[in-house]
């Protein structure tokens, strides 16, 4: 069964449920450094067994942070940026968007009334 | 990054008729992806281009050829800035129809050695994608550039 990106807000709970966890950030870390890698590959820096990294890669999969793509045989696992993009958008960049109006609308203010002197 | 693939994915509700519309016609590709358009007939083989206005006049920003078309499923195109034709990468767009939804994935690979666009497509897809989703979700685009 394939998660539902953000729409929902259950599927924001995975996401969340997804990050609470050290391991978890790690193998997202592992693969921000280099991205597309096999079970194998990432098993190898971990001090995990490979029945935990895989536990670890469904929750993230699940959560659509980590996106598959099949290479022949092999399983590639790739970050996926958008559950997080999505999250930030909700809660920071439509602030950031307020603050950045507020310094747009001041400037606007100071050189009016340098104009006007 | 060792490996400067990128994938991004996302689930949209809509048709994948819709979300093909939404990337190839410039008239849609305006409204969520900060006013510029993607020009083509996306015939394989054609050029596209991406077309922004920047005041009276029209400026290429990426171009690049039309590689594989498979309406409503599968688009591979080349991307490069028209000033550094060399720097070429390649981007593909699928669509996969799922009950009520379609999973977009939009993977760009291909990257020279040397090329700087890997770092500013990793900026720009997470937002474009997301003002994408809102644009065929709620009529609406996000404000996607407002920080550059």
């Given amino acids: 069964m394939q998660p539902i990106g953000c729409i929902l807000n259950d599927v924001v709970d995975e996401v969340f449920k997804a990050l609470a966890d050290a391991s978890r950030r790690k193998l997202l870390d592992i693969l921000f450094k280099n991205n597309g890698q096999t079970l194998n590959e990432l098993c190898a820096p971990l001090d995990m067994t490979r029945q935990a990294v895989t536990k670890h890669l469904v929750i993230l999969e699940q959560a659509n942070l980590i996106a598959v793509k099949w290479r022949g045989r092999e399983k590639l696992h790739y970050l996926n940026p958008m559950p997080l993009h999505e999250i930030y958008e909700r809660w920071i960049g439509k602030y950031e968007r307020h603050r950045l109006q507020a310094l747009s609308d001041l400037k606007k203010g100071l050189e009016e009334n340098k104009d006007s002197k | ?148």
Avoid at chain 2, 22 to 35: D, H, L, V
Avoid at chain 2, 65 to 92: G, M, N
């Fill in chain 2, 1 to 148: 990054m060792k490996n400067p693939k990128q994938v991004y994915q996302t689930y949209i509700r809509a048709t994948p008729k819709k979300t093909w519309d939404a990337i190839t016609k410039p008239e849609f590709t305006r409204q969520y992806w900060a006013g510029i358009a993607n020009v083509s007939d996306w015939k394989p083989g054609s050029k596209w281009n991406h077309v922004a206005k920047v005041g009276k006049q029209e400026e290429v920003w990426i171009t690049g050829e039309v590689v594989e078309s498979v309406a409503p499923k599968r688009l591979v195109i080349t991307w490069a800035d028209p000033d550094d034709l060399k720097d070429q990468s390649r981007v593909t767009f699928e669509i996969e129809p799922m009950k009520g939804m379609v999973c977009l994935t939009v993977t760009h690979d291909q990257f020279k050695a040397s090329s700087t666009m890997a770092g500013k497509v990793a900026w720009g897809w997470p937002r474009v994608l997301s003002s994408l989703k809102s644009f065929l979700e709620t009529g609406k685009g996000l404000d996607v550039f407002s920080r550059s």
